[in-house]
């Protein structure tokens, strides 16, 4: 600490106390991490292992879980097949206070699947694009001011925000990208005919995995 408040010339040595400002806001995020991460282990382990362990967790489905009181007044807590099944048994059953929450049960098996998908479309257009952006600025391109402005553009979108790129993919890949189909949806902003019962329609892609992939790809693109 003695060496923060160091005085040369009647003033505080600047640099040493920027460097242990920048040390300690760096300790505090890391413990804030930790605290975080350990809150998450110790309240997610146990909850892993009463829906059947890692294997089950990983392997299964997310489920819709059902809270209620049967007539006997006991508390049942059931999938949704198992609700659909018990209704189904016990037809003259009276249910009460019937709660149900989504996501609460079964695994992670389908959104772990789409996210590995969602990062091979990303890996797929945006790996492609960028290097061989990467390779033509870097060994073929001539310094000019198109070649200016799109080094500054790069540098630029690399600083956007992300919630920018996720309300750019919902507007354009979601909405207005144009698509080859042969009945033009409601949504489309405008279509015209290729040749016979063909249309190009702007009526994007909805929302779907390509619009995420290709989102996400827009956002590490100038990385």
């Given at each position: ?46 909850a892993v292992y009463k829906l059947g362990g890692p294997s089950t967790f990983l ?106 790129y996720g309300l750019f993919g919902l507007a354009f890949f979601c909405y207005a ?23 190009v329609s702007f009526q994007g892609w909805g929302p779907s995995m390509i619009s ?12």
């Open positions: 600490m003695s060496a923060v408040f160091e005085r040369k010339e009647g003033k505080i040595n600047k640099v040493v106390l920027t460097q242990f400002l920048l040390r300690a806001a760096t300790y505090l995020v890391i413990i804030v991490f930790a605290l975080i991460l350990g809150r998450i282990v110790f309240k997610g382990v146990p392997s299964e489905r997310p489920e819709i879980l059902y809270g209620f009181f049967d007539s006997d007044l006991e508390y049942q807590r059931l999938t949704a097949d198992e609700f659909r099944t018990y209704e189904a048994e016990n037809p003259d059953e009276e249910i009460f206070l019937k709660t149900s929450a989504n996501y609460s049960g079964g695994g992670i098996f389908s959104p772990l699947i789409g996210t590995i998908f969602l990062i091979l479309i990303c890996i797929v257009f945006a790996m492609t694009i960028g290097i061989a952006a990467a390779v033509y600025l870097s060994e073929y391109s001539r310094r000019g001011k198109f070649i200016k402005a799109v080094r500054l553009a790069i540098m630029n979108l690399a600083g956007v925000p992300s919630v920018v990208i144009p698509v080859v189909t042969s009945v033009p949806a409601e949504r489309s902003l405008f279509y015209f005919p290729l040749f016979g019962d063909t249309y995420a992939g290709c989102t996400l790809a827009c956002m590490v693109l100038p990385i």
